[in-house]
C-alpha cells in the first residue's frame, strides 16, 4: 500500500489558528525551543572529533501541535521543537486533518534536528506518541472526511469531541462483558461510540474508509507501512482484550502476533459487525506490546519528510498520556533505583498524573483490579505484563484557558503577560501572592473561602463516570477585576485538584501543567501526599523516544529502557500545616456536594418535563 502518495492526494491546508492565551498544557512548547541547558558531553563537538552519539527521537502529537524531542542515552532532552496543527471546534464535533498533522510532524522534527545540531545518522530509534484521536483513511491511505461539513481534510475526530454520546449510553445498555474492563462503561471519548456515530450519520465515508485507526497508530503507519496496531491504544480505546494475548506471550517467543483479543459477538450486537470483515482488517489484524519494531523502519518517502535515514527503527507506539506513563513510572532517586532493581512489584506502589489538556492518573498492577468508574484493567497497555487501571478528567489544562480566556480582564493581564515574556498564569500566581499578603490571609488557599468550582464542565471521565455532568461555580459576583480573575482561577486550580483527589491517594505527576508551581501544591496539598517532578519535564516526548529505543533493540525491554533513561527531579512536598488541612477538608465537603446537587436539580428538571 503506497501510503506515501497521501500528501500528494490531500487538499493544502488552511494556516493553523492560534489562541488568544498560552496554555499551561503541553501544546504549549514555543514553535522553536532548545533545551534550557544542554549538557557538556552532548555538545555539537562530538562532531568535530568524529564521534556518533546516539540519539533516541520522540514525537508527540497533542491537541494544539506536533512535538519533537531528542534525547541522549541517559535520557536527558538535548532539543525540541513544535509546530502547531489546525483544530475544528462546532458545538460537540471537534475534527483535525491527518495531513496537517503530518506536516507539522515532519516541520517539529526538522527543527528539533536542526537546533541539536544532529545529523539523521545519529537519530538510532524514534517513537510517536498522540492524542487517542480517530482517523479515517481510504484504501490509498487517503483522508475520509468524519465532518458533517463534507470537507475532505477533516479526517479525525478529535479524543475530546462529544458527538457520540447518545451511542456510548446505548452500547453501555447492552451490558456487553468486554466492559468490565472499561470500568463497567465506555466513555463517547472513546473509539466504538465514535465509530457507530459515523455508521448512522456519514454512509458515504463508511464506506469509503479502509482503515479505522488511533491517531499514534496511523503516525506509525505513514512513518513505516507496516499495520501492526498498539496494545496500548486498541485496549484502552477499542474494547480490546490484552490479556487474550497473556497466554499466547507466555507459548511463543513473539511480542507481535495475530490481533486475538477482539470480541466479535460485542461488534455484531452494537452494530458494527461489519468492521469484523477481512479478518478485523479495518480495526487491525496484529497487534504488539509498545516499543516493538514495526516493519522495516521508516520508509524511503517517510525518512525523505522527516530528514531522517531510511530504515530508522520505529516502535509500536503509545497513546501520550501513556507514553507520560512510560517517561515517569521510573523517575525515582538514584538510591532508590539501586535498591528495587530486583523488585519487580515496586513500580505497582506508584502513580502517574499525567496533566495537560486533560489529566490521566495512571497506575500498573501485578493483578487485574476492577473499580467503578476508572478505567480498566488494561493488559499491557502501557507497560508489556502489567495491568493498567486509568483515571482520568476530561479537561484540566483546556478548562483554565477557558475560565481565564473567557473573563473580562483577561486581555489586560494577557497584555502585560506578553510584555514581561510570561505566561499569563505566572502574572495570575504573583496577583495572588499580593493578594494574599493584602488581605493577611493565613495562607494562600484561603483566598477562596466563597468561591468553589466543580470541574465537570466536559463531563466526569472519573471516579463517576457521567459524561452528563456539568461544571459549577459557586461564589460568583459582579466583579470584573484581575484579582477577581486570580481568585476564579485559583478555585479552578483547587476543583481541579479536588477531582484528583476524588480519584487518587498518591502520584508522580509529569506533563505540562506540573510546571505551574502553584498548580503542583495546590495538589500536593489537597491530596495530601508529596508529588515527585521528573527529571525531564518533556517527559511524554521522553515516553515516545523509549519506544524508539527498544525497537533499535538498545535495551531488552520497555521497562529496562524505561529504567536508564528516567530519573527523579523536585520533590513537592505536602503541607502539614493543620488549619491549611482543615480548611480544605471543607472544601472539598463542599466540592462532592456540587455534584450531589447537580444530580438532585436534573432529577426534578426531568420531573417537570414529562
Excluded at 511463543?252 to 482488517?281: P, Q, R, V, Y
Excluded at 466583579?479 to 477577581?484: A, F, G, H, R, V
Aim: aromatic share 6%; net charge negative.
Amino acid at each position: 500500500m503506497r501510503v506515501e502518495e497521501e500528501e500528494a492526494k490531500a487538499k493544502a491546508m488552511v494556516p493553523a489558528r492560534r489562541t488568544r492565551y498560552s496554555s499551561l498544557a503541553s501544546e504549549a512548547t514555543p514553535l522553536l525551543s532548545r533545551s534550557a541547558s544542554l549538557p557538556a558531553e552532548m555538545s555539537s563537538s562530538s562532531h568535530a572529533t568524529g564521534g556518533r552519539r546516539t540519539v533516541f527521537l520522540g514525537v508527540d502529537v497533542g491537541t494544539g501541535s506536533a512535538r519533537a524531542g531528542l534525547f541522549d542515552e541517559k535520557g536527558r532532552l538535548i532539543g525540541s521543537a513544535s509546530s502547531p496543527i489546525q483544530i475544528w471546534k462546532e458545538k460537540d464535533c471537534i475534527e483535525q486533518s491527518s495531513t496537517d498533522i503530518w506536516h507539522a510532524v515532519c516541520s517539529a522534527v526538522r527543527a528539533a534536528c536542526t537546533l541539536a545540531n544532529v545529523g539523521p545518522q545519529e537519530v538510532t530509534g524514534l517513537g510517536f506518541a498522540a492524542t487517542c484521536s480517530l482517523v479515517a483513511v481510504d484504501s490509498d491511505g487517503s483522508p475520509v472526511s468524519v465532518s458533517l461539513s463534507g470537507d475532505a481534510r477533516r479526517n479525525i475526530i478529535v479524543w475530546m469531541d462529544h458527538r457520540a454520546v447518545s451511542q456510548a449510553e446505548r452500547i453501555n445498555a447492552c451490558k456487553s462483558t468486554v466492559l468490565q474492563y472499561c470500568g463497567g462503561s465506555l466513555s463517547p471519548e472513546m473509539q466504538a461510540p465514535k465509530l457507530l456515530w459515523v455508521k448512522e450519520n456519514l454512509q458515504e465515508s463508511w464506506s469509503l474508509v479502509c482503515r479505522w485507526m488511533d491517531l499514534s497508530d496511523w503516525l506509525s503507519f505513514r512513518a513505516t507501512g507496516d499495520d501492526t496496531r498498539s496494545l496500548c491504544t486498541t485496549v484502552c480505546k477499542w474494547t480490546y482484550l490484552g490479556h487474550a494475548h497473556l497466554e499466547l506471550a507466555k507459548e511463543k517467543d513473539t511480542l507481535s502476533m495475530e490481533a486475538c483479543g477482539w470480541d466479535d459477538d460485542f461488534w455484531e450486537e452494537i452494530g458494527l459487525g461489519d468492521l469484523l470483515d477481512g479478518n478485523h482488517g479495518k480495526i487491525g489484524r496484529s497487534v504488539a506490546f509498545p516499543g516493538y519494531p514495526l516493519g522495516s523502519g521508516l520508509t524511503p518517502t517517510a525518512a525523505k519528510e522527516l530528514g531522517l535515514l531510511a530504515g530508522t527503527p520505529v516502535g509500536t507506539a503509545l497513546i501520550d498520556a501513556h507514553a507520560g506513563g512510560v517517561g515517569t513510572m521510573e523517575s525515582v532517586s538514584e538510591i532508590e533505583s539501586k535498591h528495587q532493581v530486583a523488585d519487580e512489584e515496586a513500580i505497582c506502589h506508584r502513580m502517574v498524573l499525567v496533566c495537560g489538556t486533560s489529566t490521566c492518573h495512571m497506575a500498573v498492577s501485578c493483578n487485574k483490579l476492577f473499580i467503578p468508574g476508572v478505567w480498566g484493567p488494561f493488559w499491557s497497555a502501557m507497560m508489556p505484563g502489567y495491568w493498567l487501571t486509568e483515571g482520568g478528567q476530561s479537561a484540566t489544562g483546556a478548562l483554565l484557558d477557558h475560565i481565564v480566556g473567557n473573563h473580562p480582564a483577561a486581555p489586560l493581564i494577557a497584555n502585560r503577560a506578553a510584555s514581561q515574556s510570561v505566561s499569563i498564569y505566572e502574572i495570575l500566581n504573583k496577583i495572588l501572592e499580593s493578594m494574599m499578603q493584602e488581605r493577611k490571609a493565613p495562607f494562600l488557599s484561603a483566598l477562596t473561602e466563597d468561591i468553589h468550582v466543580l470541574p465537570d464542565f466536559h463531563g466526569n471521565r472519573s471516579p463517576i463516570a457521567d459524561p452528563k455532568s456539568k461544571g459549577m461555580i459557586c461564589g460568583l459576583t459582579l466583579d470584573t477585576s484581575e484579582k477577581q480573575l486570580a481568585l476564579l482561577y485559583l478555585a479552578t486550580i483547587q476543583g481541579i485538584a479536588y477531582g484528583t483527589r476524588h480519584i487518587i491517594d498518591t502520584l508522580l505527576a509529569c506533563g505540562g501543567l506540573s510546571k505551574n508551581p502553584l498548580y503542583v501544591q495546590e495538589h500536593a496539598d489537597i491530596v495530601d501526599c508529596q508529588i515527585v517532578l521528573p527529571r525531564e519535564s518533556e517527559t511524554v516526548l521522553l515516553g515516545a523516544a523509549i519506544l524508539g529505543a527498544v525497537a533499535a533493540k538498545k535495551y531488552t525491554g520497555l521497562h529496562e529502557a524505561m529504567r536508564a533513561l528516567s530519573a527523579a527531579g523536585q520533590v513537592i512536598h505536602a503541607s502539614k500545616e493543620e488549619k491549611l488541612k482543615k480548611y480544605h477538608e471543607a472544601k472539598y465537603r463542599i466540592f462532592k456536594s456540587l455534584y450531589e446537587q447537580q444530580l438532585l436539580q436534573r432529577s426534578i428538571m426531568m420531573q417537570a418535563l414529562q
